[in-house]
């Protein structure tokens, strides 16, 4: 259902509320606002907490993960070096999948009441509350819940000895893209790389929105035609 003029009340849960904006939505989830808390999402106090995660808890959690995976290969016979040269293949492998999944669903349009309630979930909070210290790394019960499938994948396109340490290496390339996307929001540019980073990354939140999705690296944003340019940047 979609109520007309529908107006947003920022000090209740929001979660619910913002499938009512119907076309209006993607407006109004593009005009940002910079605070380093972030808002409520859900009423349930366990619901809203599984929705707030330290950036320290991604590596903490992960990278064991990843190891047991490495591990899993070479127990199958796969060699230490075979095993890393696969995890750096699935680490490649991730940069095209973090581009997929930003640009095609993180940017999906929608108007529907359950379509933007998903899609603030997901990801249309970052771009309202882009600073919100607690929601710039995945929660750990989401990340499973999208692991599942990508894992039977991996598993379907690879042999059974390979398929651990490619799906491994994914998971690596997962935690560095969590940690650089923290990082390009709270990190200090310590050198002109790392303040180009900065800068390409916050321009795709508060003036080009529909290019620069890379966050790892700008290759495919550049393979695909969404490398905003500096005119294309400074006119928005």
């Known amino acids: 259902m979609v109520t007309k003029d529908f107006t947003v009340d920022l000090n209740k849960p929001l979660v619910f509320q913002v499938g009512h904006l119907g076309e209006a939505y993607d407006e109004w989830v593009h005009q940002p606002l910079v605070?380093?808390?972030?808002?409520?999402f859900f009423a349930n106090d366990y619901a809203e907490l599984l929705t707030l995660t330290k950036w320290w808890v991604i590596p903490l959690i992960w990278?064991?993960?990843?190891?047991?995976f490495f591990l899993s290969s070479i127990q199958r016979?796969?060699?230490?070096?075979?095993?890393?040269?696969?995890a750096v293949c699935g680490i490649f492998v991730w940069s095209i999948v973090e581009y997929i999944i930003h640009r095609f669903i993180f940017h999906m349009k929608t108007t529907s009441y359950w379509?933007?309630?998903?899609?603030?979930?997901?990801?249309?909070?970052h771009h309202k509350h882009p600073m919100d210290s607690l929601r710039l790394v995945f929660p750990p019960a989401l990340?499973?819940?999208?692991a599942i499938p990508l894992w039977s994948v991996v598993k379907l396109i690879s042999t059974p000895t390979i398929a651990p340490a490619l799906f491994g290496g994914g998971l690596i390339g997962y935690v560095l893209y969590d940690l650089t996307h923290y990082y390009l929001h709270y990190g200090r540019a310590y050198n002109e790389a790392t303040q180009k980073m900065k800068k390409y990354h916050l321009d795709h939140h508060f003036?080009?929105?529909t290019m620069g999705y890379g966050v790892t690296s700008t290759f495919w944003d550049r393979i695909f035609g969404t490398f905003p340019t500096p005119k294309v940047a400074s006119r928005n």
């Not at 990278?63 to 047991?68: D, F, R, T, Y």
């Not at 990340?143 to 999208?146: C, F, L, N, R, S």
Request: net charge positive; glycine share 10%; proline share 8%.
């Open 35 to 40: 605070s380093k808390t972030g808002p409520r």
């Open 63 to 68: 990278l064991p993960v990843a190891s047991w």
């Open 77 to 86: 016979g796969l060699s230490p070096q075979s095993t890393m040269m696969t």
């Open 115 to 125: 379509g933007n309630t998903l899609h603030y979930f997901i990801h249309g909070f």
């Open 143 to 146: 990340t499973t819940i999208a």
């Open 207 to 209: 003036k080009v929105q």
